[in-house]
């Protein structure tokens, strides 16, 4: 699966890369929304899902994901945040899963947007 994870978080962005990647996915990072479309124009990658924080400088999640919707109309977008999730789960135009998560959560979640009938319980795979 090919994801895009973005967070102005970025130690958080490097940790959520690095397990995405361990778990077998291809995964692309940035730390803005604005590099993200130049990573996502550039690379000319059709991403499956786009991880995304909501509140960010400059461009924000919601805004980020307006404009990717254009280029990537298949793709699935899950919003994270430190917001309340029932708050949230109304406000946002997607998925939406609230920090702090676990990997496991955060990688359920992912594979349950792109495999709605999935229901088992996704590996964690780390790399010794």
């Known amino acids: 699966m090919d994801i895009l994870v973005v967070d102005d978080n970025v130690e958080l962005l490097q940790y959520i890369h690095g397990f995405l990647t361990d778990a077998g996915h291809d995964v692309a990072s940035s730390a803005s929304g604005e590099h993200a479309l130049q990573v996502v124009e550039d690379s000319k990658r059709n991403f499956d899902v786009v991880v995304t924080d909501l509140a ?29 999730a029932e708050f949230m789960e109304h406000y946002v135009p997607g998925a939406f899963l609230s920090k702090p998560f676990s990997l496991r959560d955060l990688h359920e979640r992912v594979l349950r947007l792109v495999e709605p009938s999935y229901l088992g319980s996704a590996p964690i795979l780390r790399k010794a």
Do not use: D, H, T, Y
């Not at 960010?56 to 309340?84: T, Y």
């Open 56 to 84: 960010m400088p400059g461009m924000n999640g919601i805004e980020l994901w307006e404009e990717l919707k254009k280029i990537l109309p298949r793709a699935k977008v899950l919003f994270i945040s430190s917001c309340p």
